[in-house]
């Protein structure tokens, strides 16, 4: 395993390498010894985001984490990777199975988690409205997201609720 440590605005000490390097030798179990880690650190305004990044064979898995702590954000980051991994198992296998099954022998016995059945459709008429509007809508109806016709583009759109605090649209083209 290989661990590369990026900081911005936080200094990394050697007492949270020795954590971090701790709580990631678990995944050791599921992929060979030869895979690659990025640990990124940045505080921004008095907040800690801790993103984990994973790269083993092929196998891409990321996590990131907003909190008052770094050390509270690994216990928080590290289960969504695990999660991540048992949740794409049969994915990954399938991927796989062309070419080098032994190193992903372990998704093989990982439950696989089974998505939820369809239960509700919605339909509604998307009004031209602005961005602005679209966010206020939005915190109106206590949403994450909100889909609308962009008055300005004439696009589809989304504007969604980012975990730093601040809001993030999307554009859909067809």
């Not at 590369?4 to 971090?20: E, G, L, P, R």
């Not at 701790?22 to 505080?43: A, G, M, P």
């Not at 695990?82 to 796989?96: H, L, M, P, T």
Request: glycine share 4%; proline share 2%.
């Amino acid at each position: 395993m290989k661990i590369n440590y990026v900081a911005k605005n936080y200094k990394i000490t050697d007492k949270f390498k020795d954590i971090i390097e701790k709580k990631l030798s678990k995944f050791e179990r599921y992929f060979s010894k030869n895979y690659d880690v990025k640990v990124s650190c940045t505080e921004q305004n008095k907040k800690c985001k801790l993103e984990i990044t994973v790269n083993a064979d092929g196998l891409f898995v990321r996590s990131e984490v907003w909190g008052d702590n770094m050390y509270n954000n690994i216990d928080t980051a590290l289960p969504k990777l695990e999660k991540q991994i048992v949740r794409g198992a049969d994915r990954y296998n399938n991927k796989f199975k062309r070419s080098d099954t032994d190193k992903y022998e372990f998704l093989e016995t990982l439950p696989v988690e089974k998505a939820g059945k369809l239960v509700k459709t919605k339909r509604f008429e998307l009004e031209p409205i602005t961005v602005e509007d679209a966010e206020a809508y939005m915190d109106a109806l206590g949403h994450s997201f909100y889909i609308f016709l962009n008055v300005e583009t004439g696009l589809v759109s989304v504007v969604y609720k980012r975990a730093d605090g601040n809001v993030g649209m999307i554009e859909i083209t067809y």
